[in-house]
Structure formats: structure tokens, C-alpha cells
């Protein structure tokens, strides 16, 4: 999420992308081997997802860029929720995310769209560990005096493939209702490589 363009490590790329695709295969894995007649003992449900997040920006370097270490975004996320037996959950899910940076000082504010898919992988009942992976497409755009949607441009030649992976804590406090943290990490295939660390809540409603 930066205007010039350092080089960086090739081994981190590669770490990166190994780790992300490590974490998708072992979720698309869960739901492959899921047992049969848990599969078919329960239909979907609709889930609508909200989440709010606070970033911490971990390359490329942000003091080259006038840009701050810290930012925020939020994401909207639409899925068919599966309640398997055993405590098992599956959620396929498609989504938008929005992640701002701030600049340092006066000057123009980064931002990064992504549309995403993915699944999302937890155990349990009233309290659910998770597992989830996304894969999809991410695009960066810049705001003037650091505002979000008016005068905000599509920047040329900065979008490509988008990865992220995380995990997170499900409290279903209510049949329909579930909130709870998370924390991801997000890697968009573009020049300069952007990178981060995203931290906030969820909140899901279920239909």
C-alpha cells in the first residue's frame, strides 16, 4: 500500500504465500472429510457477517512512504453456515474488505479494496474456535487529505491476487446471534507487496 516501490524479500513472499495456502488447505480439507451423514444432517443457514478491524502495517516500510504503522478497515461477509454434529461448523463465505492507512503528516492517505472467498472452519457450540482462509482479488486506491470516499482514485497497475488467513473466537450468545474477536493476516500480490496485521471484532447474524 505504497506509492514507490522498494524490493522486497523474496523469501517473506514465499513464507507468506506458504503459510496462507497451508491454512486454506487445511480448511478445504475439513470440509472435504467431514463425515457423510454429519453433512447431511444439516442444511445451511444464511450468515451475515460484519467485522471492524484495526491494522498494523508490516511492509513495505512505512517511513519511506510517509505513511503510519496503524490504520482500520472492515469487511462485509455473506456465507451459508453449516452446523454439523460433533461441533463441527462450516462457512463458505464471499466478501468485501476496505483497509486504510494513514499518512504519517499532511499528504495523501492509502487505501486497499478486496473481494474475497473463502471458508471458515470451527469446533464447538456456544464458544467456537475458527479457522478461515480467503482468496481473492485486492486493488489499492489513494484519498485526498486523508478522507475515505470522495476524491479517492483507483491507482493503475497496483491490483492482483489478495491472501489473508486468521483466526477467531465465536460466542453465540443468542440462536441467531454470534460476536467475538479476531485477528488475520493479509497479503496482497502486487509491486511493493503490501502486508499486514489485523486486529477487532466480528459480529454474525444468522438466518
Known amino acids: 500500500m505504497t506509492r514507490s516501490c522498494?524490493?522486497?524479500?523474496?523469501?517473506r513472499r514465499i513464507a507468506s504465500i506458504a503459510s496462507i495456502a497451508m491454512a486454506?488447505?487445511?480448511?478445504?480439507?475439513?470440509?472435504?472429510?467431514?463425515p457423510r451423514e454429519a453433512q447431511a444432517a444439516n442444511y445451511?443457514?444464511?450468515?451475515?457477517?460484519?467485522?471492524?478491524?484495526?491494522?498494523?502495517l508490516l511492509a513495505p516500510s512505512p517511513t519511506q512512504n510517509n505513511l503510519s504503522t496503524l490504520g482500520s478497515g472492515f469487511k462485509v461477509r455473506f456465507a451459508d453456515h453449516f452446523r454439523m454434529r460433533e461441533g463441527l461448523n462450516l462457512a463458505p463465505e464471499v466478501g468485501y474488505a476496505f483497509d486504510h492507512v494513514f499518512a504519517a503528516?499532511?499528504?495523501?492517505?492509502?487505501?486497499?479494496?478486496?473481494i474475497f472467498a473463502g471458508l471458515r472452519v470451527g469446533f464447538g457450540r456456544n464458544v467456537v474456535p475458527t479457522l478461515y482462509?480467503?482468496?481473492?482479488?485486492?486493488?489499492?486506491?489513494?484519498?485526498?487529505?486523508?478522507?475515505f470516499g470522495t476524491?479517492?482514485?483507483?491507482?493503475?497497475?497496483?491490483?492482483?491476487?489478495?491472501?489473508?488467513?486468521g483466526v477467531a473466537i465465536e460466542f453465540r450468545?443468542?440462536?441467531?446471534?454470534?460476536?467475538?474477536p479476531h485477528a488475520e493476516f493479509?497479503?496482497?500480490?502486487?509491486?511493493?507487496?503490501?502486508?499486514?496485521?489485523?486486529?477487532?471484532g466480528h459480529i454474525d447474524f444468522i438466518f
Open 173 to 180: 450468545i443468542a440462536r441467531h446471534l454470534s460476536i467475538g
Open 6 to 11: 522498494p524490493s522486497s524479500s523474496s523469501n
Open 24 to 34: 486454506s488447505a487445511c480448511a478445504f480439507a475439513a470440509l472435504a472429510f467431514a
Open 44 to 56: 445451511g443457514k444464511f450468515d451475515l457477517g460484519f467485522d471492524g478491524d484495526a491494522n498494523a
Open 105 to 114: 503528516n499532511e499528504g495523501v492517505a492509502e487505501n486497499m479494496n478486496r
Open 151 to 165: 476524491n479517492a482514485s483507483i491507482v493503475k497497475d497496483s491490483n492482483g491476487l489478495a491472501l489473508d488467513t
Open 133 to 147: 482462509a480467503h482468496v481473492g482479488y485486492g486493488f489499492r486506491s489513494l484519498s485526498d487529505n486523508n478522507t
Open 186 to 200: 493479509v497479503y496482497i500480490d502486487v509491486p511493493n507487496a503490501p502486508q499486514w496485521l489485523a486486529f477487532g
